[in-house]
């Protein structure tokens, strides 16, 4: 290609993703935008709680995902992920300290995801 014809390829690619997006339903640009911050990662903190306590804190989580069924378009009532199960719950990764998944049902309220504050 000459360096005449890059350029124009490129405008072009950009042009038919930008039409291609126009295209899509909002539903559809949002899980593109979330599969991108998914890719991205979030380094999110995911506390459950009882009694008001702290009992159990995943660390480094790059997304919780909703799990979706294998056949049909329904969701399962859950939500999964991967994260560092911080054992002694110091908000950080220690040597003994590894990366589990784990699953939390959508019934559940007494657990708060939001993104790391550190990062």
Same mark, same amino acid.
Request: aromatic letters at 10%; hydrophobic letters at 35%; glycine letters at 10%.
């Given at each position: 290609?000459?360096?005449?014809?890059?350029?124009?390829?490129?405008?072009?690619?950009?042009?038919?993703?930008?039409? *291609?997006?126009?295209?899509?339903?909002? #539903?559809?640009?949002?899980?593109?935008?979330? =599969?991108?911050?998914?890719?991205?990662? *979030?380094?999110?903190?995911?506390?459950?709680?009882?009694?008001?306590?702290?009992?159990?804190?995943?660390?480094?989580?790059?997304?919780? =995902?909703?799990?979706? *069924?294998?056949?049909?378009?329904?969701?399962?009532?859950?939500?999964? *992920?991967?994260?560092?199960?911080? =054992?002694?719950?110091?908000? #950080?990764?220690?040597?003994?300290?590894?990366?589990?998944?784990? #699953?939390?049902?959508?019934? =559940?309220?007494?657990?708060?995801?939001?993104?790391?504050?550190?990062?």
């Amino acid at each position: 290609m000459t360096k005449t014809t890059l350029p124009l390829t490129r405008l072009l690619i950009l042009l038919l993703l930008s039409v *291609a997006m126009l295209g899509c339903t909002q #539903e559809t640009q949002n899980k593109i935008g979330r =599969s991108l911050q998914n890719w991205t990662g *979030a380094n999110g903190v995911l506390e459950v709680y009882s009694g008001g306590k702290v009992v159990k804190r995943f660390i480094k989580i790059d997304k919780l =995902s909703t799990a979706t *069924a294998t056949s049909g378009d329904m969701n399962r009532p859950y939500r999964f *992920a991967y994260g560092v199960l911080d =054992s002694n719950l110091n908000g #950080e990764q220690d040597g003994n300290e590894r990366k589990v998944y784990f #699953e939390i049902s959508d019934y =559940s309220t007494n657990y708060v995801f939001y993104g790391d504050p550190g990062t």
